[in-house]
């Protein structure tokens, strides 16, 4: 989602009349701003449109490359505009080869004979499984326990895939075993598990991650059983957030929601409208992360500060 977000940026850049580097600033502001609004969820379209604007306006204080000296040389707004067209394609350029980057870095944390559990629709999680599928050669050989939700609660007529079925399929094809579980059998798997690997929405300041509802209580099992807990993450989901605990979240979920008969006959079991259970996310601190695998390489979550001031400042 962050991707597409900023791809959509670029898009009205090229199409924009503003005339202004201001208009412009101010034209991708506003159109970010909309983009949030229109989701349940923004954290994690916040932190890739939040950066993007920032990387943008870096590009600007740049010196050039014919005066180390001097700041671009832009002899109109044609020409400015043109250059923040280039760099934000550059940009998108670079966050989609993250993946391929993590894939390479994960990879070797799938050893031979491990068993691999992991939740959720993350691109990165099923791009770093796939390669370690393909890479193998035959020499390496795993299988994977994948955490699915409960699909009459998110999706009654069952018209809607659920997260994380077409890494399934894709990894079954390839060869490697998979097995699938509901959400309330994690404890009881976990002793035939090696090592968790999960994705994040949002990676924050103090090295904890925003991720998919059930997140959170696979890292306390995790902990409890004493499994290695890592996070896979594009830079681009480096958020600035310093949330302390699930309730600290700058969205309004409504999970825990308290009910009488009246109120369960005229809106149902199940409100899957807005931050509901389908669109919820949770919060797992860093003391229960072992590292957070990345395309600028392996961190522990106490190293998450250091670089986010690299990518901001």
Known sequence: M??????????????SQASTISETLDLLATSTAHLKAAIPNPISLSAGTDLFQRYL?????????????????????RTIRQHLISNGRLFVTRA???????????????????????????????ALLQHAADDSKGSIRFRVIYV???????DPNGTEPLEGTSTISALREKGIPVAVIPESAVGYALGKVDSVIVGAEGVVENGGIISR?????MGLLARAAGKPFYVVAESHKFVRLYPLGQYDLPIEQRVVQFETNE?????G?????????????????????????????????????????????
């Open 57 to 77: 306006i870096t590009t600007l204080q740049r010196p050039s490359s014919s005066n180390a000296g001097a700041t671009i040389p832009f002899t109109d707004f």
């Open 213 to 217: 509802l059930g997140t959170y209580q």
């Open 263 to 267: 109120q369960v006959e005229k809106d």
């Open 96 to 126: 989609k080869a993250s993946r391929d980057k993590i894939a390479a870095f994960g990879r070797h944390f799938v050893r031979d004979g491990n068993t691999v559990l992991t939740n959720g629709g993350s691109r990165v999680v099923g």
């Open 269 to 313: 079991y199940f409100d899957t409208v807005g931050n509901g259970v389908k669109d919820a996310v949770d919060f797992t601190p860093p003391d229960l992360i072992s590292a957070l695998i990345t395309e600028s390489g392996v961190l522990t979550p106490s190293a998450v500060s250091e670089e986010l001031i690299k990518i901001w400042f």
């Open 2 to 15: 962050p991707v597409a977000a900023i791809e959509a940026l670029v898009e009205l850049l090229a199409q």
């Open 148 to 154: 699915l939700g409960h699909a009459p609660d998110f």
